[in-house]
């Protein structure tokens, strides 16, 4: 059955439950105003790439269940969830996850079954399961990227020189990030001399 997992327990193959709505909010852009007194409009200083605030994901869920076991089932799935901060991967986008604080809102008991809702704060990005690594090879590399800015992790055998973006950088061998190097929504170009093997790693993102 449909459903979606919390960290590594799915909604329906480890807690029975019935996925019966879900919601995925849209992250709302952070954005900078001033009004203009007597003037129509306002002035906009929101700065690109532009920011998102946090996306909010509602799910809400049916357990079939005897009267008299229906507030201790609950009490044990809820000692899971309720106040943590997990993965949140939907079976129907199982390629990525959402990462955020779960709280338990609402929870009603009927004839022969209870339902209850789980609110998400997640972060605005849902994220790639699978970490992007590829090996660069000397001279220019293209590398895609999501909608999601990232500064890659680069670990070398040797020292490394970086152009990118009409800037140079050179760093010795070993595991490092350098903060000028930020990838973009799309193709990303780097030029990579010396290093020996260099392997870059960084973390895909989505609306």
Do not use: W
């Amino acid at each position: 059955m449909i459903g979606l997992k919390f960290g590594e327990k799915h909604s329906h193959n480890d807690y029975g439950l019935i996925l019966t709505s879900k919601d995925i909010g849209f992250p709302t852009p952070k954005v900078e105003t001033i009004d203009i007194p007597h003037s129509d409009g306002s002035l906009d200083f929101t700065s690109e790439p532009i920011k998102l605030k946090n996306r909010k994901l509602s799910f809400e869920f049916a357990k079939p269940e005897f009267q008299k076991n229906m507030l201790k089932t609950f009490d044990n799935i809820a000692s899971e969830i309720h106040g943590q901060k997990m993965k949140i991967t939907l079976d129907d986008d199982a390629g990525y996850y959402y990462f955020g604080r779960c709280t338990i809102t609402s929870f009603q008991t009927l004839q022969g079954y209870f339902t209850f809702k789980v609110d998400v704060d997640a972060e605005p990005y849902r994220l790639k399961q699978t970490i992007t690594e590829k090996i660069l090879s000397q001279g220019i590399n293209t590398l895609h990227n999501g909608q999601k800015a990232v500064v890659p992790q680069f670990e070398t055998s040797d020292s490394v020189t970086i152009a990118f973006n009409d800037k140079t950088f050179t760093h010795s061998k070993g595991n490092f990030k350098i903060p000028e190097i930020e990838f973009i929504k799309g193709d990303n170009i780097l030029q990579i001399t010396g290093g020996g093997t260099v392997k870059i790693t960084y973390q895909e993102g989505d609306l």
